[in-house]
C-alpha cells in the first residue's frame, strides 16, 4: 500500500524501532524560544548534560520582547529574567541566538522559513504548539513540552508514538478576496476545535496548491486550532522557488539533489488516509470569529449566532457564555461589531505577504477615529523588506503604529496588552479569553480584513470600502 | 538521576485527601526559570500554619510522605514533583494518586507507591505516635516496612524498572546513542544546519 507524506517523512527520521515501544525519531531542527526552554537548559547543567548537536539548534527572543523602545531593559521583571535566561543558556551552550536587535530577530516560526532553515522532509521541533507553521513546507514540525525540549537538547531526538492522517482537501480555486486565512477558519469552524485530536493534516487540493508559501504557513500554523498535532502540505514548484537562494538553502548540486529527494514528497495515489475533510472552495467568504475559542467563526456576512441554535446543551452553554464575554448579542450582523483596537502581526500573518495585502487595502485611506492599529512585523528582516517596500510608510501615513518584530498583542505577555473590555480585530490565532490581556476581547481575522476594519472601525471586508 | 533500590527515612503524616497540584504548589511559581528551588513553595498556604505538620520540629528531615487518597490530582504541572523532591521527599505513599501526577514523578524519579488504606491508616498512626520511627521502602522486594508492620505496594513495573536502573528518559534514549550517531552518519549532506 502507498503512503501519505507525514508517513514518508516519520520513516525517514526512525532511530530505533522496537515492539510495544515508541519510536525514537531524528530532530533535523530545534527551534528555541525564552519561554519553555529555561528549565530544560535547567535539568541539561543539573545532570552534567551538553547539546547534542548545538548546529541543528537555533534560538531567538520573541514571546516576551516589547516592539517598541527596543534598546531600553526589559520593564517587566519576569520577562527580563526569561530573556536573560536565554542569553545565559545559549551562551554556555553554544547555541545560536537572535537577540532583539539583531537582524534575524522575530518570531520562531517567521524567523526559521526566512532563513531557509525549514525545508521539505524535516522533522522540525519547538517549544511551542505553534511550530504546525513549518509543516507548508512538507516538513512534519510540531510542538513539545518543556521536558521533551530538554531530551531534543540532548539527543537531538525524540520517542513518539506515530500520529493519524486527516486529509483535509480543498476543491477548486479560493474565490477572489478569499484568503488562506479565511480558508483555516472555516475548516476549524467545520471540524471543531478537537476535530484533529491526534492527527496530523494534509491540506491538499486545487485551493491549497494556489496558495503562495506564506499562505500555506497561515494554513497549518493554525492547525493546532482544529486539535491537530501537525500540518502539512506537500512540496511543489512554490515551495522550491520560495527556498532557492535563501541564506540556508541547499546550494549548487546539493540543492539539484535536495529537490530530487523533495519531489519524492507526496502521498501516492493509493495511499490512506485515517480520515478526510472535504471544502468546496466557491463556497468561501472573508470569516471572521466571534466567540472565544477559534472554531466559533461565521462568514463575515452572517449573524451572532444564539444559544438556540446550539445541536446541544453543551454547546448552547459555549455560545451564551461566549456571547456574555464578548458582550455581544444574538442576531446582530458580525459586520456591526465595533472594534477599538486592530492587531496586524503574528505568526499567522506576521509575513511580508501579510503586510502587503494589508497596506493596499489601507492605501488612501485613514484609521478610523478612536481605532488603533498596530502593525508588527513577524521579524526583524519582515520590518526591514517592508521599509525596503515603503510599507512603513503606507501604514503611518494612514495613522497605524509601525512596531518592531515579536508576538506583540498575540499574546498578553508583553507590553502590548488589550485593557478589559477592550476589542481587537487581530490577525492572530487564538481569541482565548484574556488571550489579548485580561478581560480584552478578540476577533480573529485575515490581514485584509484587519485593514478594512481599521478603516470603518466595524468588521469589514475590503469590498465594503469599495462599495463605501 | 540516581538509582533506587531501597530507601529508608522518617514520614510525615498529611491526614487530607484529594490534595490538587495547586495546593502542593501554587501557580506563581511557574514563572520561575529554574528547575530547582522549589521547596518553600511546597505546599505554600498550609505552611503558613505553624502546627501544619511539615512545620513542626519533630517531623524536619523526613523524607516519606504519607499521604490521603487522591494525591496529586489538578493541573499537569511537573513543578509539583519538583517541589516533593526539592523539599527532600524520595516517596510519596498513598491509597490513589492522579494518573498525570504519577506519570510526572516516575519521569523525575520520586517514587509514588500504592498502598491499602489501611495500611496508610497504620503508618499515620505509628509515624503520629512516634515520629522518629524509620520506614523502609524496598523497590525491588515492592515492601513498605516500619516497626511489626510489613506490607506490599504496587508501582508501575516500568517506572521501576527506571527508578532502579537510575535511568531518566534522556538516560534511556542515550542508551542507544549508537544507533543516534549511525543515523548522524547517513542523514543526506544537503540537510542544513544553524551555524558556519
Ligand atoms: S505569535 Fe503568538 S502564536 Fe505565534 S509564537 Fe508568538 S505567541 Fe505563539
Given amino acids: 500500500m502507498g503512503r501519505t507524506l507525514a508517513e514518508k517523512v516519520w520513516e525517514d527520521h526512525v532511530v530505533r524501532r522496537a515492539e510495544g515501544e515508541p519510536d525514537l525519531l531524528y530532530i533535523d531542527l530545534h527551534l528555541v524560544h525564552e519561554v519553555t526552554s529555561p528549565q530544560a537548559f535547567d535539568g541539561l547543567r543539573a545532570s552534567g548534560r551538553v547539546v547534542r548537536r548545538p548546529d541543528l539548534t537555533v534560538s531567538t527572543e520573541d514571546h516576551n520582547v516589547p516592539t517598541i523602545d527596543i534598546d531600553k531593559p526589559i520593564a517587566d521583571p519576569v520577562s527580563a529574567a526569561q530573556v536573560d535566561a536565554l542569553r545565559r543558556n545559549c551562551a554556555e551552550f553554544g547555541v545560536p541566538l537572535y537577540s532583539l536587535g539583531n537582524v534575524e530577530q522575530g518570531i520562531v516560526h517567521v524567523v526559521g522559513p526566512q532563513m531557509g532553515l525549514t525545508q521539505p522532509g524535516m522533522t522540525v521541533v519547538c517549544g511551542d504548539s505553534h511550530t504546525s507553521t513549518h509543516g507548508a513546507f512538507g516538513a512534519l514540525a510540531f510542538g513539545i513540552g518543556t521536558s521533551e525540549v530538554e531530551h531534543v537538547l540532548a539527543t537531538q531526538t525524540l520517542p513518539l508514538k506515530p500520529f493519524k492522517t486527516m486529509a483535509i482537501t480543498v476543491n477548486g480555486a479560493l474565490p477572489e478576496g478569499v484568503t488562506a486565512k479565511d480558508l483555516i477558519l472555516a475548516v476549524i469552524a467545520k471540524i471543531g476545535t478537537g476535530g484533529g485530536q491526534g492527527y496530523v493534516l494534509e491540506y491538499r487540493g486545487e485551493g491549497v496548491r494556489g496558495l503562495s508559501m506564506e499562505g500555506r504557513m497561515t494554513l497549518c500554523n493554525m492547525s493546532i486550532e482544529a486539535g491537530a498535532r501537525a500540518g502539512m502540505v506537500a512540496p511543489d514548484e512554490t515551495t522550491f522557488a520560495y527556498l532557492e537562494g535563501r541564506d540556508r538553502a541547499p546550494k549548487g548540486a546539493e540543492w539539484d539533489a535536495a529537490v530530487e529527494y523533495w519531489r519524492s514528497l507526496v502521498t501516492d495515489d493509493d495511499a490512506e488516509f485515517d480520515a478526510e475533510v472535504v471544502i468546496e472552495a466557491s463556497e468561501l467568504s472573508p470569516f471572521v470569529t466571534w466567540g472565544t475559542n477559534p472554531g466559533q467563526g461565521a462568514p463575515l456576512s452572517a449573524t451572532v449566532p444564539s444559544p438556540d441554535d446550539a445541536k446541544d446543551e453543551v454547546e448552547r452553554v459555549a455560545i451564551e457564555r461566549a456571547l456574555d464575554y464578548m458582550g455581544l448579542t444574538a442576531g446582530m450582523p458580525l459586520r456591526d461589531i465595533t472594534v477599538d483596537t486592530v492587531f496586524l502581526g503574528s505568526c499567522t500573518n506576521g509575513r511580508i505577504e501579510d503586510l502587503r495585502a494589508a497596506a493596499d487595502v489601507l492605501r488612501g485611506h485613514q484609521v478610523a477615529d478612536g481605532v488603533r492599529m498596530l502593525v508588527v512585523p513577524g521579524s526583524a528582516r519582515v520590518r526591514l523588506q517592508a521599509e525596503s517596500e515603503g510599507l512603513d510608510q503606507i501604514f503611518l501615513d494612514a495613522g497605524a503604529e509601525w512596531r518592531g518584530a515579536g508576538c506583540s498583542m498575540c499574546l498578553a505577555m508583553n507590553p502590548d496588552k488589550l485593557a478589559p473590555q477592550e476589542r481587537s480585530a487581530s490577525t492572530s490565532n487564538r481569541n482565548f479569553e484574556g488571550r489579548q490581556g485580561p478581560g480584552g476581547r478578540t476577533h480573529l481575522v485575515s490581514p485584509q480584513v484587519a485593514a478594512a476594519t481599521a478603516v470603518t472601525g466595524h468588521l469589514a471586508s475590503p469590498a465594503d470600502l469599495a462599495n463605501a | ?196
Fill in chain 2, 1 to 196: 538521576m540516581d538509582a533506587f533500590t531501597t530507601h529508608t527515612g522518617t514520614a510525615a503524616p498529611l491526614r487530607r485527601s484529594n490534595v490538587d497540584t495547586d495546593q502542593i504548589i501554587p501557580a506563581e511559581f511557574l514563572k520561575r526559570i529554574t528547575r530547582h528551588g522549589f521547596e518553600d513553595a511546597l505546599f505554600q498556604a498550609w505552611r503558613q500554619d505553624p502546627e501544619f505538620v511539615l512545620n513542626r520540629p519533630e517531623y524536619h528531615g523526613v523524607s516519606i510522605l504519607v499521604a490521603g487518597p487522591d494525591f496529586g490530582t489538578g493541573s499537569s504541572r511537573e513543578h509539583a514533583v519538583w517541589a516533593l523532591q526539592d523539599y527532600g521527599f524520595a516517596v510519596v505513599l498513598s491509597s490513589r494518586f492522579a494518573d498525570i501526577f504519577r506519570g510526572n514523578s516516575g519521569k523525575a524519579g520520586l517514587l509514588t507507591a500504592l498502598v491499602d488504606q489501611d495500611v496508610i491508616e497504620q503508618l499515620w498512626t505509628l509515624v503520629e505516635a512516634d515520629p522518629s520511627t524509620s520506614i523502609t521502602v524496598d523497590l525491588d522486594a515492592q515492601t513498605v516496612a516500619a516497626g511489626d508492620l510489613t506490607a506490599t505496594f504496587e508501582v508501575d513495573p516500568y517506572v521501576r524498572w527506571r527508578l532502579m536502573e537510575g535511568l531518566d528518559d534522556v538516560g534511556i534514549t542515550l542508551q542507544n546513542e549508537h544507533l543516534i550517531s549511525e543515523f548522524e552518519g547517513s542523514r543526506p549532506s544537503f540537510k542544513p544546519t544553524t551555524v558556519g
